[in-house]
């Protein structure tokens, strides 16, 4: 039977005589092509790097998915030097990078929540670079203690209360509840048994921490008896969890922090609040009111709160525990406060994140409230910019509108709230507006932005201002791109 040449396999002969003329690793690292690949990326990594390329050309030759002639080529020293170089430089490459936030998401949990002020970030960058203070007391000359940097900030700004602050907001629940009811039962509504993201639920923390979950009521509606019928001896808490990224409504009935309060003195059991979105100021002028200060939950009785540190209050990862100082201690000494420590970069952060509170400059400093306060009118004159300057460069003009609409909040805070803004709507000229999205997602930096209705929509609510050049920069490209792609042509019928 002939074979026809389009459809020649190389043989199992032709296939091992190919890889017979593979180089050996030595003298491959050894050769001119290799010598600036091994500079750069270091001996040790430039050889476990090209035994994979060899591998990977072994296998793709014995498969039979290169001819002879291809193999030959691609075990040159010179294509092995590139392929090495390559592999190297997309393993090595800055992560996570840098991303233009322009989907109008303000604390986008996938996108690191909170960007940090600048004070924030020379106070964390600070104490990366050198040796602090953090555990040692200068005045004696001995150890102290890392809230000592935090303590007096908190302080002032929750009057009369301690604090402790862990690396996380799921850790301090979850050290709050092993302090005060491990082997005890703590009381739940079933309308807070959140899933707080990444599949992590709070029965789940719950369970971790020792304590058992005594659910009360309905996912609907909860009444004040049903937490009471639910005390007893076995009782450590009663915990209230913030619903994070969802709202009942319709036939719903809830207990107050007041009520609930109330009912955890006469029980003589503490009353937990998470109150998730760490919101320190009143957002209610911005039209966000479904967020109360965390002063404001403890005003209302609760003996602990406890919040995020990348929500609402603008800062680094980190979760707060305010309240009662006896509780507070007690929760500072179980061993788990220990492991779910801050480190010292947090410790810096937190704390520059805080004075801006204390000097009243929170919302000129704070990224997060700075983005939140933007009105529609300053977020218009950006987009107007920006728009500008992509149809100067790209004649695409026709292609770009301005239009209403709104932002959101993000990570679990204010689900019910939003922001009314002025979205950049871009046409893709092909129509294909997923496709543009995805060229600005895989240009550098990368640009995230929403496909609705078949526009991408930019939202510069959540563009750093020092962002906005860029941003017109790498949508005049996808759009170029895209202009320049070939266009099938149409038959006619």
């Given at each position: 039977m002939v074979q026809k040449p389009g459809n020649h396999r190389p043989t199992a002969s032709s296939r091992r005589d190919a890889l017979r003329g593979l180089p050996a690793v030595g003298a491959a690292l050894a050769s001119r092509p290799f010598s600036p690949v091994v500079r750069r990326h270091g001996a040790p990594l430039a050889t476990?790097?090209?035994?994979?390329?060899?591998?990977?050309?072994?296998?793709?030759?014995?498969?039979?998915?290169?001819?002879?002639?291809?193999?030959?080529?691609?075990?040159?020293?010179?294509?092995?030097?590139?392929?090495?170089?390559?592999?190297?430089?997309?393993?090595?490459?800055?992560?996570?990078?840098?991303?233009?936030?322009?989907?109008?998401?303000?604390?986008?949990?996938?996108?690191?929540?909170?960007?940090?002020?600048?004070?924030?970030?020379?106070?964390?960058?600070?104490?990366?670079?050198?040796?602090?203070?953090?555990?040692?007391?200068?005045?004696?000359?001995?150890?102290?203690?890392?809230?000592?940097?935090?303590?007096?900030?908190?302080?002032?700004?929750?009057?009369?209360?301690?604090?402790?602050v862990v690396n996380n907001n799921a850790a301090a629940i979850m050290v709050c509840l092993r302090a005060l009811a491990r082997g005890r039962e703590v009381i739940l509504s079933r309308g807070e048994l959140v899933e707080i993201g990444d599949s992590f639920r709070v029965p789940e923390i719950l369970s971790a921490s020792g304590a058992r979950l005594r659910e009360v009521g309905t996912t609907n509606r909860t009444r004040l008896a049903d937490y009471e019928a639910a005390l007893s001896s076995r009782t450590g808490s009663i915990l209230k969890v913030h619903t994070s990224n969802f709202r009942i409504v319709g036939y719903t009935q809830a207990t107050s922090v007041e009520q609930l309060a109330g009912l955890a003195r006469r029980a003589g059991v503490p009353l937990v609040v998470d109150w998730g979105s760490g919101d320190l100021v009143d957002l209610g002028p911005l039209g966000i009111h479904d967020e109360l200060p965390a002063k404001t939950i403890l005003d209302h009785g609760a003996d602990l709160v406890t919040f995020s540190g990348d929500k609402l209050l603008g800062g680094p990862q980190?979760?707060?525990?305010?309240?009662?100082?006896?509780?507070?201690?007690?929760?500072?000494?179980?061993?788990?406060?220990?492991?779910?420590?801050?480190?010292?970069?947090?410790?810096?952060?937190?704390?520059?994140?805080?004075?801006?509170?204390?000097?009243?400059?929170?919302?000129?400093e704070v990224p997060t409230l700075r983005m939140l306060a933007l009105e529609p009118g300053e977020i218009d004159r950006r987009a107007r910019r920006v728009e500008r300057e992509v149809a100067r460069a790209t004649g695409a003009g026709r292609l770009l509108a301005r239009v209403d609409g709104v932002s959101r909040t993000g990570g679990g805070s204010s689900p019910a709230g939003e922001r009314p803004t002025r979205l950049l709507a871009v046409e893709a000229p092909d129509g294909d507006a997923a496709g543009l999205e995805r060229r600005l997602r895989d240009g550098d930096p990368p640009v995230v932005a929403r496909v609705k209705d078949g526009r991408l929509l930019l939202d510069l609510r959540t563009v750093l201002p020092e962002q906005d050049a860029v941003l017109a920069a790498r949508l005049a490209a996808a759009l170029g791109a895209e202009r320049s792609r070939p266009r099938a042509r149409r038959v006619r019928r």
């Open positions: 476990a790097l090209l035994r994979e390329s060899l591998a990977d050309l072994r296998a793709d030759a014995a498969a039979g998915r290169l001819s002879r002639a291809e193999v030959r080529r691609r075990a040159t020293t010179a294509h092995l030097a590139r392929d090495v170089d390559g592999r190297a430089n997309a393993l090595l490459a800055p992560a996570p990078r840098v991303v233009v936030n322009a989907t109008g998401v303000v604390i986008h949990t996938n996108l690191g929540r909170a960007p940090l002020s600048g004070a924030a970030a020379a106070a964390l960058a600070a104490s990366a670079r050198c040796y602090v203070d953090l555990e040692y007391d200068l005045s004696r000359g001995r150890r102290g203690s890392r809230m000592t940097h935090i303590e007096p900030l908190v302080e002032r700004m929750f009057p009369g209360c301690a604090a402790l980190a979760g707060f525990v305010v309240g009662r100082r006896e509780l507070v201690e007690k929760i500072r000494r179980d061993p788990l406060a220990r492991v779910c420590r801050p480190d010292r970069m947090l410790v810096g952060a937190v704390r520059a994140t805080l004075a801006s509170y204390l000097t009243g400059r929170a919302f000129e």
